[in-house]
């Protein structure tokens, strides 16, 4: 099954306590992406990469990092979290056999940080 | 850069009333654009998608937009909603030649049996 794949869905940790969200695709996809969903803003892009060791930032990139070192793998790391990083987090990703922009997304991770 | 606007934070309905919900954006380009579901604690579906040609397009449960080149705009349209769409919309753009999608803030829908 066709699938992008996010461990943990639930999270609750402290502040500077560096922590890892993984990311999944099975697709064989070039494009991945997080986001993060926050109440009346929407969803945001935090960072994206095109293919393997090719990142970039989106819009909200302050505070996490991100690494591409195989194609199905996009991990989400948070070096210090700080409570205004307390959101929910969707990791996506695209390839162009799909439609540029028609975008696949994992159930989403919840992270509370106290 | 490219910016989505969604005309309503929360849509109250009764099952059986049409829905419509209104997405415009500002763009100078060629678009794609998306409509997006979220239902309660699950992650974003999509819903249906113009990429070109008739700008009326179907989607997945009954749900249809429209595509007004020239308003910019991608309406959600659907003419019975039942007690299972309540939901979050999200209508989204990217350029045709880019990967990176713009979303709007989302329309919460709930619907009343």
């Known amino acids: 099954e066709a699938q992008v794949t996010q461990n943990p869905r639930y999270l609750i940790t402290v502040t500077g306590k560096k922590l890892t969200v993984t990311c999944s695709q099975n697709m064989n996809h070039e494009y991945m992406s997080w986001y993060r969903q926050d109440p009346g803003l929407g969803l945001r892009q935090i960072y994206y990469?095109?293919?393997?060791?090719?990142?970039d930032k989106g819009d909200v990139p302050e505070g996490y990092k991100v690494s591409r070192k195989e194609k199905r793998n996009f991990p989400l790391i948070l070096e210090s979290p700080s409570p205004n990083q307390t959101s929910l987090y969707f990791c996506?990703?695209?390839?162009?056999?799909?439609?540029?922009?028609?975008?696949?997304f994992g159930p989403g991770t919840r992270l509370t940080v106290l | 850069a490219q910016s989505v606007s969604q005309h309503n934070h929360h849509v109250i309905l009764s099952e059986a009333a049409s829905l419509e919900l209104g997405c415009n954006y500002s763009?100078?380009?060629?678009?794609?654009l998306f409509w997006y579901v979220q239902y309660p604690g699950q992650h974003l579906q999509l819903l249906l998608k113009y990429f070109s040609g008739d700008p009326l397009v179907k989607g997945i449960k009954g749900f249809e937009a429209e595509f007004i080149k020239s308003k910019f705009s991608f309406n959600l349209r659907k003419p019975s909603v039942q007690w299972s769409d309540t939901a979050e919309y999200f209508c989204?753009?990217?350029?045709?030649?880019?990967?990176?999608?713009?979303f709007g803030a989302g329309t919460t829908v709930t619907v009343r049996a």
């Open positions: 990469s095109m293919n393997v060791e090719v990142t």
């Open positions: 989204a753009v990217n350029s045709v030649n880019d990967y990176k999608l713009s």
């Open positions: 996506a990703s695209s390839g162009a056999a799909s439609g540029r922009g028609e975008q696949f």
């Open positions: 763009y100078g380009g060629t678009v794609n």
